[in-house]
């Protein structure tokens, strides 16, 4: 039986490969095929691009991802104040063709009030590691070169930059919809929250606003 492996981040430069096909009949099979020493700790694994545990068989075509842990630089939380430069230059790849950005601001108006400013708080430790496996996801969706994504907190005011994405891919196609995808997924994922400060009052907001 022939699967298709594929590698991302630094388990490809560790390998020295991206893609191989191997012959496994299960999940729990593939990282001792490998033959690439211990396994990292918080390794996820995709079969056809959906997360799998280690018991489940595999099928002739079928193909696994392999998806590291990612350390914090590129997935942050922070009360400094945001740098699109920055968060692009987490993603910069010489394979990459296409990088994608989004930057979501304070706006004024918000639920038909006036908005003076916003104040985040997070979760930040299991913010961080949510945004890694988010991006791992994407990555396992996506024919992607890296992610980036960094969140403010604290207090911010009208026009300033709460989040930043950036995405790199070979095409920008895949770019451009796992940036969509990645700030759809934030919203709903991501133990962030926001207090809007209005004229005349203030709400704490939940994730998805």
């Known amino acids: 039986m022939t699967v298709v492996v594929r590698l991302f981040a630094g388990l490809r430069e560790r390998a020295g490969w991206s893609q191989r096909d191997l012959d496994v ?17 918080g390794l996820l694994y995709a079969v056809n691009r959906e997360y799998a545990d280690r018991g489940q068989e595999l099928h002739d075509g079928d ?22 430069e920055a968060v692009a230059a987490e993603v910069a790849d010489e394979r990459a063709g296409a990088v994608a950005t989004f930057t979501g601001t304070v706006r004024r108006q918000s639920r038909g009030r006036e908005v003076t400013h ?11 590691d949510v945004m890694a496996r988010l991006a791992g996801d994407l990555e396992a ?10 969140h403010r907190v604290g ?19 895949d770019a451009l919809a796992a940036c969509k995808d990645a700030i759809d997924r934030l919203k709903e994922t991501v133990p962030l929250w926001k207090k809007e400060v209005y004229e005349g009052g203030e709400e704490w907001v939940g994730r998805g606003s």
């Open 141 to 150: 969706r996506y024919d992607l070169c890296s992610i980036a994504i960094h």
């Open 63 to 84: 193909e696994v991802a392999l998806i590291p842990p990612v350390p914090g630089g590129a997935f942050r939380v922070t009360e400094a104040p945001l740098s699109l």
């Open 25 to 41: 009949a299960s999940v729990a099979e593939v990282w001792p095929a490998l033959e690439l020493g211990d396994e990292p700790e």
């Open 155 to 173: 207090r911010l005011e009208v026009g300033e930059a709460s989040v930043l994405i950036a995405v790199s891919a070979p095409h920008r196609q």
């Open 118 to 128: 916003l104040e985040y708080e997070a979760y930040a430790e299991m913010a961080e």
